[in-house]
């Protein structure tokens, strides 16, 4: 079979702010994942706790396990990850990394009238592959795109999806602001996630422009991201897209619930979005 991966050069990207993991909350009361409550047009739904590492097939475990190990050998040459243990990591980052697929799936078959079975996803800011090479371990029938800035990020990547013998993984170095703009790019993906790259409001015109008309956007967030939501409303309206589901996941982190924020592309971007590289971090919309 083909290994559909490729490395675009010359081309930087600038992630903005990053993501720094929030306090874990007091939990709240926890039902079925089909329980939705409504707010006005937005939905909120919780998940129950469970490892969704353990559901996956041995074979995927054992990539998972090769992607780990790499990510750590490779972790003291160069900065990946601030997690040295590899519970952590389990922990941390794979487990927070697969939570996002039941809402995402939920979501895709529910607003998007495609299959779910052969999404074309791109992971923006992507750096060690979290969440997108995980989702891409998970979901083996979908295509993601890595997008990713530094060359050595690249070569990790690339190193790791060797390893753990993957097909569906290509990896492009390139800025969110350039790509967004580039036709062959541009409006060509079925779901944009993010995860640690920045707040909404910057990851709306990062990631938006790239998905198509009926597709979503994922981001990946903290406990309670409520205002960050509602300080991103604007931008994420001009990006031609709007709030569809916040998704509470209680994750086995320390750091406790985690949410998918989805945000439906119901009108394509308008073209002057993205706007040149640095512009969306420095003055955000």
Same mark, same amino acid.
């Given at each position: 079979?083909?290994?559909?991966?490729?490395?675009?050069?010359?081309?930087?990207?600038?992630?903005?702010?990053?993501?720094?993991?929030?306090?874990?909350?007091?939990?709240?009361?926890?039902?079925?994942?089909?329980?939705?409550?409504?707010?006005?047009?937005?939905?909120?739904?919780?998940?129950?706790?469970?490892?969704?590492?353990?559901?996956?097939?041995?074979?995927?475990?054992?990539?998972?396990?090769?992607?780990?190990?790499?990510?750590?050998?490779?972790?003291?040459?160069?900065?990946?990850?601030?997690?040295?243990?590899?519970?952590?990591?389990?922990?941390?980052?794979?487990?927070?990394?697969?939570?996002?697929?039941?809402?995402?799936?939920?979501?895709?078959?529910?607003?998007?009238?495609?299959?779910?079975?052969?999404?074309?996803?791109?992971?923006?800011?992507?750096?060690?592959?979290?969440?997108?090479?995980?989702?891409?371990?998970?979901?083996?029938?979908?295509?993601?795109?890595?997008?990713?800035?530094?060359?050595?990020?690249?070569?990790?990547?690339?190193?790791?999806?060797?390893?753990?013998? +993957?097909?569906? !993984? *290509? =990896?492009?170095?390139?800025?969110?602001?350039?790509? $967004?703009? &580039?036709?062959?790019?541009?409006? /060509?993906?079925?779901?944009?996630?993010?995860?640690?790259?920045?707040?909404?409001?910057?990851?709306?015109?990062?990631? +938006?422009?790239? !998905? *198509? =008309?009926?597709?979503?956007?994922?981001?990946?967030? $903290?406990? &309670?991201?409520?205002?960050?939501? /509602?300080?991103?409303?604007?931008?994420?309206?001009?990006?031609?897209?709007?709030?569809?589901?916040?998704?509470?996941?209680?994750?086995?982190?320390?750091?406790?619930?985690?949410?998918?924020?989805?945000?439906?592309? &119901?009108?394509?971007?308008?073209? /002057?979005?993205?706007?040149?590289?640095?512009?969306?971090?420095?003055?955000?919309?």
């Amino acid at each position: 079979m083909l290994v559909w991966r490729s490395i675009v050069p010359n081309i930087q990207f600038s992630p903005g702010n990053f993501f720094k993991h929030l306090p874990a909350s007091t939990p709240t009361s926890i039902c079925c994942p089909c329980n939705i409550i409504i707010t006005g047009t937005l939905f909120t739904t919780r998940a129950l706790r469970s490892s969704y590492f353990e559901s996956l097939a041995s074979h995927q475990k054992d990539q998972v396990h090769l992607y780990v190990d790499t990510l750590l050998q490779w972790n003291q040459r160069m900065n990946l990850t601030a997690v040295t243990e590899v519970n952590e990591v389990m922990e941390r980052h794979i487990e927070d990394s697969l939570a996002i697929i039941p809402p995402m799936r939920s979501s895709y078959a529910s607003h998007c009238n495609d299959s779910v079975d052969s999404i074309n996803l791109v992971d923006v800011g992507s750096g060690a592959g979290l969440p997108g090479l995980i989702l891409a371990i998970a979901c083996p029938d979908w295509k993601v795109t890595l997008l990713e800035s530094m060359n050595k990020r690249c070569v990790f990547l690339e190193n790791a999806i060797g390893l753990a013998g +993957l097909s569906n !993984v *290509r =990896v492009v170095r390139g800025r969110a602001e350039n790509l $967004g703009q &580039d036709l062959c790019f541009r409006e /060509k993906f079925d779901v944009a996630v993010a995860r640690a790259v920045a707040e909404m409001r910057i990851l709306a015109e990062y990631c +938006l422009p790239l !998905v *198509r =008309v009926g597709g979503l956007f994922v981001a990946a967030k $903290g406990h &309670d991201p409520q205002e960050e939501v /509602k300080n991103a409303e604007r931008a994420i309206q001009m990006m031609g897209s709007s709030l569809l589901q916040l998704s509470s996941v209680e994750s086995h982190s320390p750091y406790g619930q985690r949410t998918a924020i989805i945000c439906l592309k &119901d009108r394509p971007t308008p073209r /002057k979005y993205p706007r040149d590289p640095g512009i969306p971090a420095k003055a955000p919309l």
